[in-house]
């Protein structure tokens, strides 16, 4: 299925006037032309949200939802606060729930991300049970696959919040553990007087890993590692790892840092972002590159009055935040609200702000790929749409539609959508079809 997308009309004497402009331009660099791009989207059901009727339709906080659909347009969601993955047909009624808290086979302990096949069978990581769960398209559990007796790294396959299902076999294609996790494990071990046992890194938060679920055990094993803008940060001493604040202080991206995005599409490629430029990079399932998307839109230098911005957004959203914090879950954990006002303002600044800020495969291959918009802070901005032939269709504005939180076959899309108290309500609709 072919998207309908609609490119606004450019008049002929504003496009002769382009075209004077570009031929005295020539020797200047090249700076792309948008194709301003519209979309037709219809809701076709929503659930969730503070006055949901039905008691399943009433999901945790929205970081700890995750959604994806199957081929036959059935929407699965990790409702991880709540221990289950909650089915949704097409006609957005309930076609059942999966799992429950506890112990035994089938139930959740500790989950934070599932991966969705297309037959329907899914995979959901349980740090509890030390083990991959694999259930099959009618919700029944297939089979256990036990973390390696080894320990770390592979211990790190539990702990992955980004994993996609590997369409071409029985894998997961996992975004690797952030350094701030090893350091967490490592401090353990010296509270608890395990000097020696310290933790290695394992993949890191900008690699990508696969986790083989043939056999009876993970089966780990490195693919890619992406780019990590360099720093001139010294180590922390032994006293200062003692210093947890410090610590995460010390791992925290700068504002602008280059973020690591990626997808897995169809056909098993890996398409990614790891730098400030525009250049999605495809890489075959044993992670080789094997060609490289561009556009000519260079990264923004980050002035005195951006910085001044950043900061102080990011230290309103703190103050809203404050009035209303989420539960952390653990009794004797208080939000640190100085702390975190400390950190807002303290946050080291990358030299400039990269052009894209996220990207989505779509169900038949395309690429939906976000760019900072006019006010880099905000964590929206407009989405340049490619087809499954990589062929520039033009560029969405910039939160009309908003980054779909997943694509489904016959043009079904969902996006999340929370209320001021964070209660989240998920949005299907259907892009139309040409």
């Not at 991880?80 to 059942?96: C, T, W």
Request: charged share 25%.
């Amino acid at each position: 299925m072919k998207l309908f997308l609609r490119a606004t009309p450019v008049c002929a004497a504003a496009l002769a006037v382009a075209c004077q402009i570009a031929a005295t331009l020539l020797a200047a660099p090249a700076s792309a032309q948008d194709q301003p791009l519209t979309v037709d989207m219809t809701e076709v059901y929503r659930v969730g949200g503070a006055s949901a009727r039905e008691e399943w339709a009433f999901f945790g906080p929205a970081p700890s939802l995750q959604a994806s659909f199957d081929g036959a347009g059935d929407l699965l969601i990790l409702d991880a606060m709540n221990k289950r993955v909650v089915v949704i047909g097409p006609d957005g009624q309930l076609v059942r729930l999966v799992g429950r808290e506890g112990e035994g086979p089938g139930e959740f302990q500790s989950v934070i991300a599932f991966a969705v096949w297309r037959d329907g069978r899914f995979a959901v990581p349980d740090m509890g049970h030390s083990a991959i769960q694999v259930f099959s398209p009618d919700g029944g559990l297939e089979r256990f696959v036990r973390m390696s007796d080894e320990g770390w790294p592979a211990s790190s396959a539990l702990f992955h919040s980004e994993i996609r299902a590997d369409p071409l076999g029985d894998r997961i294609i996992a975004r690797g553990v952030a350094g701030v996790l090893v350091a967490m494990a490592n401090r353990a071990n010296r509270r608890m007087g395990h000097e020696d046992d310290e933790t290695p890194p394992g993949a890191d938060d900008r690699a990508l890993e696969t986790l083989d679920l043939s056999g009876d055990e993970i089966a780990q094993e490195p693919i890619l590692q992406g780019w990590r803008a360099p720093r001139s940060d010294t180590e922390l001493s032994a006293a200062d790892q003692e210093d947890w604040p410090k610590v995460v202080a010390s791992m925290e991206d700068r504002y602008f840092e280059p973020a690591f995005v990626w997808d897995v599409l169809p056909d098993g490629t890996i398409a990614y972002s790891d730098s400030s430029a525009y250049a999605i990079r495809f890489a075959s399932p044993d992670g080789s590159v094997t060609d490289v998307l561009r556009r000519p839109l260079a990264p923004q230098g980050v002035s005195r009055r951006i910085r001044r911005a950043t900061i102080d957004y990011h230290l309103d959203r703190l103050e809203e935040w404050a009035q209303r914090p989420p539960s952390t879950g653990v009794p004797f954990i208080t939000p640190d609200v100085e702390g975190r006002r400390r950190r807002i303002q303290e946050r080291g600044f990358y030299h400039e702000i990269p052009v894209v800020l996220g990207l989505k495969a779509t169900w038949d291959g395309g690429l939906w790929i976000q760019r900072r918009g006019e006010n880099p802070w905000l964590d929206e901005g407009p989405i340049d749409v490619f087809n499954a032939d990589r062929e520039y269709l033009g560029t969405l504005p910039a939160g009309d539609p908003p980054m779909p939180a997943a694509f489904g076959p016959t043009g079904l899309v969902v996006h999340l959508e929370r209320d001021e108290f964070d209660v989240p309500t998920l949005v299907v609709s259907r892009l139309r079809g040409g």
